[in-house]
């Protein structure tokens, strides 16, 4: 556009530049605009704070991001985007070892190959999703300060008596020939929308009706609301704010959560399940979790913490019985009840010797599987631990050999030495499960010395084993009152926004002939039916549709 | 009013500038240190004590080619690597080779039996707890990795090797 | 008698108040043009009696909400039966709501069928009242459920009042190309509508008949240690098998119209047994659906949005226009509620972590996106009317693939069965 436009209205008041009605009387400033249409009434009519006559390079990037246009354009290419990552399972989904470059491509095929490719398999993390979203925050924050301050001051300074054309060209009009007197029927028609919750403000005649006008501010607390929610979620990302990571603890067994300085003991791990009668028939003699806990302590290192010769020193700081949607928490940090196996470890056994010449037995001594005492005195006898294997099997070389670091098939080979022994000692291959002993037939092995002693345990309660492991879950997040205040910001916007609406009814009475003009912001049905009946109460019949003037429901 | 507009646009745009390139950044680089190790990433650091109660770490051994080999007796190929890198440890140790074999969270009794009858002599690390292990992101046994002068890992190599594999590795990592 | 089993009979009579609600306000909007009688009166007194029937119907529904909750000790939305019996009773409410605002009778004639359709839908599913599984055992969970469906609810009323609108001012007689695609639309969404329709009749028509037929699928897995351990999964069929899961075997099957053996078997990387079982089901709807429109298009010798149109004669489209911006309007801060706070809530306590994208998550993410797309297109110039009324309509779909769909095609943690 070339030159200065003309900004002043015919009342005097100077305008900025892109007002649509005159910020004082309202009446229509676009000079090309000669029809009689429904006005566009958006943001009162006044120019956003960006409109401006001659933008440089900063205007542009603000006016890009002023623009509800491309703010929905960002929305929608958000929510497709969104769509695309839900094709496949994210990379996210998998908690153990694996691979996506090779995972995508076995499962799916090709498509899989190029969904991996694409960087789809970790949509909401890659860095255009992310984009996106920062781009819509900044949307929301530009799109709002442009229109939120001027509306505040349209709102603020609202001038009663309207241009005729104003009030005509509304989507709600009436026009009337008074035959009372005018001031009386105004007051009447005041008071009569005063009972409605309407606000009055006269100046001689003219009237201006207002109601809810706290409902406009709604979008734009839903929107602080909004951003906050956002920064929440930023803030997560900053070191220490956030962790996410599981923790296996068999039952008795103190571990340390990793990257902290916390250790957590499973005291005791349970497992219910559903009863028959219960359930109904299809699930019947289905195992169906009812209930899962774990006894849990948490201990916090207070020294020796780094030190690799040593055990560290454990302060107890919180016991708690986990159990699902019932987390452990202590300051910040949440230990969730995730999973549970109950595949039952031997961790200690507390065997007998027996010498079987005398009939005499020895002990119990304790026996854990690992890191066990290199010697055991009983008695007469003295055992020395040779050797000891958790998964015991004979290898290729017909050597003893363990096929992994778990008590699976323990064995203990000890150099027994005593009365009647080999003074030297004599080799005795001791199995602590009864399975084992079978199947390594533990009697033939051990040969001569197996006539003379034995080692056993005699019962249960001399047999130490974990029933399950409690997989935990371990969450840290600080930054969650953030969201949640950014969650309740943008809820009680738009309560405001949605269920209240801002309700504006202009009146003038010339030489007995009287407009009236109204305008909500949403809700046309509601807005004449309260005109209709604040009329009807004044003594003017009107039907409520009557009072359209066409136009859009904005 | 339009200077203060002015300022008011600068300040958003930079905060935004800011805060969103943050928030792209972390998005563009996190995903790069999380995955697993490669050539040319550096490897965690640990912190482990030794059989005899000597404690190492990773940083004593910068500027100096490092073989760390993760091992446990439950493998039959690691036992047969260990006496081959105690060769290899004679072979280059005046080089400056240091070979560090971190045992997979065995018992104490086991590993000590099992360094008596090789008669090693390089160090052997308790890994207690997996932690190490973990941190290296390992899946199967053994793994070696081979860590040049830079502290930078110059190959890792998953499952056994022949002896002459790992001595032409090494040779290539004492060139470096 | 149990209270479960009473709940179910109150079911049932609320389904039939429904159906003949619906017939009432058929009768009060097409019953207008009927001879010897006044049309503003006719429609009137039979809106009145429909609404009536309607909110015994509403009545008797949440008598079955409120007993089978008593009977069964837990909130009855925790499988896909209760759930979509619980949105067809919110679709209900919402209606109640918006009628109560505007009275109009065409509304019932568009709301309802869609509620009959939802509740029969719901009836497929096993109706057995399940216990819970520990992680589902929250208040929250329930205030969630509850509060999105009814968000959905009145989303749902918003596609009735945005269709009638596409019904009413579509030119069904045009024959540019713009009115012919918007025909084209009009009848494809109908279509759809009469799919879902012919998959309850199919679902009910071999449930009817006792159909069954059973698959297994072996799939072998080879474990850390490289040992390889077979396990066999079975899968039954209620609909007569077009297609088999991918590499599994007949293990019995009844014939039917002398198909003895499945004629495809489902491509290999629809994983599992049960995908192969939903792919056969699609295929039934198809079918079956197809088969039930071309029924109504022999009878009615022309589109069905052609035969619908002349209903809506002497309707206000500006009035269905409002209905359906206010609907999704009131929907929509519900919806923000149940779908994605009180889900976030809940999320939080149970998994620790208030968003986990997953599949469901994205796609309440995905709806609630697309809502708030909606709402800011009605502030733009234009984009009132028909163009909003399609994006009404287009929004349920995401609605409804967001409750169902997900379920259907992507597995997640809402475990909710299908069919």
Known sequence: ?554 | MGKSRKTVQIVILVAVLIIGGYAIGSALFSGKDEGPLKAGSEPPQFELADLDGHVHRLSDYKGKAVVVNFWGTFCPPCVKEMPEFERQYEKWKDQGLVILAINLSEDTLTVNNFVRRFDLHYPILRDVNRKTERSYGLKSYPTTFFINRDGSILEIKVGGMTEADIDERIERLLQR | MNLVDFSSDAFIVAFFLYCFAFMFYVIAIAGKKWSNRDPFQHEKRWGRIAFIASSLGLASHLTFFFTRWAGSGQIPTSNMYEFMTFLGMAIMIAFTIVYAIYRKALLGMFALPLTVIIVAYASVFPQEVQPLIPALQNVWLKVHVTTAALGEAFFAVGFAAGLMYLLRVIDFKGKTKEARRSQFWVEFSLYSIVLIVGFIIAVFAFRGMGYEAQFVQEQSKIDAKGIESTTSETVNYTLPPIVKPYNSDIVQMDSFLGMDAPIFEAPYWMNGVNSGRKLNTVVWSVIAGSLLYGLLRLIFRKPLGAVIHPLMDGVDPEDLDEISYRAIAIGFPIFTLGALIFAMIWANIAWGRFWGWDPKEVWALITWLYYSAYLHFRLSRGWQGLKSSWLAVIGFVIVLFTLIGVNLVIAGLHSYSGV
């Open chain 1, 1 to 554: 556009m070339l030159g200065v436009e003309n900004t002043k209205c015919e009342c005097g008041h100077q305008n900025s530049v892109g007002t649509v009605l005159c910020e004082s009387c309202g009446k229509p400033l676009e000079t090309d605009d000669l029809s009689d249409l429904p006005l566009e009434m958006r943001y009162d009519g006044v120019a956003r704070r960006s409109q401006k006559s001659n933008p440089n390079f900063i205007d542009r990037i603000w006016n890009f991001f002023s623009s509800v246009k491309i703010a929905i354009h960002m929305i929608v290419i958000t929510f497709l985007t969104a769509m695309l990552g839900t094709i496949y399972p994210q990379e996210n989904t998998f908690i153990n070892n694996f691979d996506p470059s090779v995972y995508y491509e076995e499962t799916y095929g090709l498509p899989g190959k190029l969904y991996y490719l694409f960087g789809l398999t970790h949509t909401y993390e890659s860095w255009w999703f992310i984009g996106l979203l920062v781009m819509i925050g900044t949307s929301l924050v530009i799109c709002s300060l442009d229109r939120v301050l001027p509306l505040y001051r349209a709102l603020s300074k609202q001038q009663i008596r309207k241009h005729p054309q104003f009030i005509q060209r509304q989507k709600t009009v009436f026009r009337h020939q008074l035959e009372d007197d005018e001031e009386q029927w105004s007051d009447q028609f005041g008071a009569q929308l005063k009972r409605k919750g309407y606000r009055i403000h006269r100046d001689g005649t003219a009237l201006l009706a207002e109601k809810n006008r706290f409902s406009r501010w709604g979008p734009y607390i839903n929107h602080i609301g909004l951003i906050l929610f956002l920064l929440a979620i930023l803030a997560r990302s900053i070191p220490g704010w956030q962790m996410d990571s599981y923790v296996t603890v068999p039952d008795g067994d103190t571990v340390q959560i990793a990257d902290t300085n916390y250790y957590v003991k499973n005291e005791k791990f349970t497992v219910e399940y559903y009863k028959d009668e219960e359930l109904p028939d299809k699930l019947k003699g289905t195992a169906r979790a009812k209930l899962f806990e774990t006894k849990a302590v948490l201990y916090e290192c207070v020294s020796k913490c780094d030190d690799q010769l040593q055990e560290p020193v454990l302060e107890e700081v919180k016991r708690h019985n986990i159990v699902v949607n019932e987390p452990l928490k202590y300051k910040g940090l949440k230990l969730y009840q995730f999973d549970f196996d109950t595949t039952p470890r031997l961790n200690a056994v507390r065997p007998v010797l027996v010498d079987k010449r005398t009939g005499e037995t020895y002990g119990p001594f304790e026996l854990p599987m690992k890191d066990s005492p290199l010697q055991h005195k009983l008695g007469p006898f003295t055992l020395d631990l040779y050797a000891n294997y958790m998964e015991f099997a004979i290898g290729d070389n017909g050597e003893p050999v363990t096929l992994s670091r778990d008590p699976v098939a323990p064995a203990f080979i000890f150099t027994v030495k005593g009365p009647g022994l080999d003074p030297a000692g004599e080799p005795y291959l001791y199995f602590p499960m009864q399975k084992d002993k079978v199947k390594f037939s533990q009697d033939t092995i051990n040969a001569a010395v197996a006539a003379k002693i034995e080692i056993r345990v005699d019962g249960m309660e001399n047999v130490d084993f974990s029933e399950a492991s409690t997989y935990l879950n371990v969450r840290m997040d600080r930054a969650l009152p953030y969201v949640w205040v950014g969650a309740a910001f943008s809820m009680i916007g738009l309560l405001m926004g949605s269920y209240w609406q801002h309700r504006r009814i202009w009146l003038r009475i010339d030489n007995g002939e009287l407009s009236l003009g109204a305008h909500t912001n949403k809700n046309w049905y509601g807005m004449r039916s309260d005109v209709a009946t604040a009329l009807q109460k004044t003594g003017i019949a009107v039907d409520p549709k009557s009072l359209d003037n066409g136009g859009n429901n904005a």
